[in-house]
Structures are given as C-alpha cells and as structure tokens.
C-alpha cells in the first residue's frame, strides 16, 4: 500500500469530499479534525461511501504532542491542510481567533512534518487573497491584499509558505486558491452543513428552498455587472475534490505551485437564482437589500495555469452544483444530524 496522505480539517466540507476522491484512486488517507465546525457522524457517511481514514484523529492542528503522536504512527507521503476558520464576519469580530487558529496552527503543522520530515504539503489558500480585485479574470500574478482578518490570515500563510520554499528547497508546496465551492457528493451523503445561518449564498438557498428560511436576502443589485448583482465563481466542490489530487500528483519533486481553481466563468446571485428554480422545480423567494458591507463587484478566476500545471480544469456545471446542492439539502433537513 502507498504511504498515507494526512487531511487535516477532513470532516469539513471541502475535506470529506476530498477523501471520496482520494478513496476513488485508492489513495490511503488519514483525518486530522478537532470538530470545531464539522461532525463526528461525516465518519459514518464516509464508511457508506467506501471512503473511510485508516484512522480518525480528534485533534487540533496546534496541539504539536498530538501531531507528533500522528506522524510517529505514521509514515506520511504529505499532508492537505484544509483545517482552518473561514467564516469572514466572524473573522471580523474575533481576529486573534483567527490569527491563532489558522496561522499559528499552520505554523505549528509545518513545524510537525519537518521534525517529522514530511516535506510536502497542498494548502487551502482562497481567491480572498486578491481583496478587491482591478480586473477579472484574476491570474495568479494579481495584486494580493486582505480586505478582513481571514482574508489576511490567508496572506500570512501563503507568506509564511513562499518563504519557506525560497530559503529551503526542500519543500514541495502548493498553494490552491479556491473560489466559491458550492455543490455536493452525488449520493447526497454528503454537503455543506454551516452551523447557524449560513453565510453563503448556496446554503442560504437551500434552506429557502425547504422552507426552513423565508426568503433570500440578495445583496445589492445596484453593481456594476448585467444584471446589478454580484459576480462570482462558483465550482462544485468535486471538481475541487480533484483539483487536490492532481496538485499531489504535479508536486513530484521540490517546488512551489500557486494555482486558482476555479470555471473561469462569472455567475451573478440572480443567475444563480434562475438556475437552482429551473434546474430543481423549486423557486426561491427573494428580496433585494442593500449591499453586504465588504463585498465586491465581480471575482472569477483565470484558470489557465491549473490546467497547464496540474493538468486539471473543472468538468461540472452550474446545472450539476445546483441539482447536488437540493439533493444533498432535501435528503438532510437536519444536515449530518438526519438519520437516512
Ligand atoms: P469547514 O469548516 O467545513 O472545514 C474545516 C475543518 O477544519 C472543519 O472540519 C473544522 O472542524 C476543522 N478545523 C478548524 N480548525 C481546526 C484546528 N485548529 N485543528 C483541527 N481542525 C480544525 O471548511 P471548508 O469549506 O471545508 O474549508 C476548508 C479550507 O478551505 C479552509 O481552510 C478554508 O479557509 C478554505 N477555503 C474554503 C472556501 C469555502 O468557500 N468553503 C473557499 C476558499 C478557501
Ligand atoms: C456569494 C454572492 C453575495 C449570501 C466568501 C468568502 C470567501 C470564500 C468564499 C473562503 C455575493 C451574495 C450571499 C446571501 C447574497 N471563502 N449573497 N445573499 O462572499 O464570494 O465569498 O466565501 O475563503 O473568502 O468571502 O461568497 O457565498 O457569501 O456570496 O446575495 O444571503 O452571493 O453578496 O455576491 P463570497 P458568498
């Protein structure tokens, strides 16, 4: 058997799914979570997709005893670092938190695999890191900047690992910056399960759609876009899933890779709206209200360079995201907490 791979963050949203990926190429992994915004039951779903960790940590990723403790028992063959804060708002009020969390917990994982001598390590990065962007679509060589405390904890991390690998060419690093992953794993094991009111605009959605919520609060339609609405790029988390897998594999021997893994394509929120109706039957009730205070016109990416470095490009539609969304959301009212 291969050496294992080691997510930390496994439970969470974008790392389950990762984990059916890497199940699917039989690639052996083991999950490194302490639970501060997943659930323990994403283990079960994950066992009936045949894609179970040969073993689950309950850990937090600053705890160096408990890292030690996980690469002593194993032999890794690198780590994805998905383990990390990543609600904005909150990054706002509790910015330390934040800092703590995902940059001294960075910190103290790279400092575990080099004692450990694991020396190869795909970061969740994010397109947050381009802040207001001059133009779209963003290359990878736009100007970064932090617009909110997890926007910066991001930058610190991608500074914290640039320069590692300028001074120590040991390393072989990718830095992944994800744009908007929505969607869900086909069976409807698996999807996003936020904690309150969702943040995001998919999950949001959804709930709407099961009359959990009233209506959708559309922020702003005064924009300078087509139809006044905010532009993003929104990828179905699978698509993501692999983008993971073919990072691991373009990291064959030392180097940096700085990627965006995105469709290249704008949505607008009443676009997105428009798609979940007519691709679900369900419509959404909608209002329109003042802008959200941070957000921007238009973000997508250029993926040029993680189809010409990682040989990967995103496969699924708008259609696809929208259909796995509403099945994952309709077979889970209660989310990882409904007994199917
Ligand atoms: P998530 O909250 O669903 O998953 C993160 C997981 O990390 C959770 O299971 C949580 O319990 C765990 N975790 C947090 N802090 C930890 C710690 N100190 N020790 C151990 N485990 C810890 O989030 P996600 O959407 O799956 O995001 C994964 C990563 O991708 C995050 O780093 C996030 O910042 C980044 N990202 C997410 C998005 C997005 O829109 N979802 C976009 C860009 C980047
Ligand atoms: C998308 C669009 C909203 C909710 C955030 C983080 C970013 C990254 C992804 C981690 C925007 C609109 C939303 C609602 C709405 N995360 N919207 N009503 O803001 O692009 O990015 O998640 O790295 O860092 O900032 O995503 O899903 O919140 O919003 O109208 O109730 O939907 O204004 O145009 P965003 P989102």
Redesign the pocket.
């Known amino acids: 058997m291969q050496d294992p791979i080691l997510l930390?963050?496994?439970?969470?949203?974008?790392?389950?799914?990762t984990a059916t990926a890497l199940a699917s190429a039989k690639l052996p992994f083991v999950i490194?979570?302490?639970?501060?915004?997943?659930s323990a039951k994403?283990l079960d779903r994950l066992a009936r997709l045949n894609a179970s960790p040969l073993a689950f940590v309950n850990?937090?990723?600053?705890?160096a005893q408990a890292l030690d403790a996980v690469f002593a028992r194993f032999k890794f063959s690198g780590v994805i670092?998905?383990?990390?804060?990543?609600a904005v708002g909150e990054s706002v009020a509790q910015p330390l938190r934040y800092f703590d969390?995902?940059v001294n917990?960075t910190l103290q994982l790279l400092q575990a695999m080099q004692r450990a001598g694991v020396k190869k390590i795909v970061?969740?990065?994010?397109?947050?890191v381009y802040g207001d962007p001059a133009s779209v679509p963003i290359r990878e060589d736009a100007a970064l900047s932090a617009t909110n405390p997890?926007g910066r904890?991001?930058l610190l991390c991608e500074d914290m690992l640039r320069e590692l690998a300028r001074v120590d060419n040991s390393w072989k690093i990718a830095l992944?910056?994800?744009?908007?992953?929505?969607g869900a794993h086909e069976s409807g094991l698996l999807g996003?399960?936020?904690h309150g009111v969702p943040n995001?605009l998919m999950p949001f959605m959804t709930q709407v759609a099961m009359g959990q919520r009233e209506h959708l609060q559309i922020f702003g339609n005064d924009y300078d876009t087509p139809d006044g609405t905010g532009m993003r790029d929104y990828l179905h988390?699978m698509d993501l899933a692999q983008g993971h897998l073919a990072a691991l594999q373009a990291l064959d021997a030392p180097k940096l890779l700085t990627v965006n893994l995105g469709t290249g394509q704008g949505v607008s929120v009443k676009q997105m709206v428009d798609t979940f109706a007519r691709v679900t039957g369900v419509p959404i009730a909608h209002r329109f209200v003042a802008r959200r205070p941070g957000d921007i016109a238009q973000c997508w990416a250029d993926p040029t360079l993680a189809q010409q470095l990682l040989g990967w490009k995103a496969q699924l539609g708008l259609d696809r995201m929208c259909a796995d969304a509403w099945r994952w959301q309709s077979m889970n009212p209660q989310g990882f907490d409904t007994s199917l």
Do not use: M
């Open positions: 930390t963050g496994g439970t969470g949203f974008i790392g389950a799914h490194l979570d302490n639970l501060s915004n997943s994403v850990a937090d990723v600053r705890d670092h998905f383990a990390g804060l990543k969390n995902n917990g970061f969740s990065s994010s397109a947050t997890y904890s991001k992944l910056r994800y744009f908007n992953p929505v996003e399960s936020p995001n988390v």
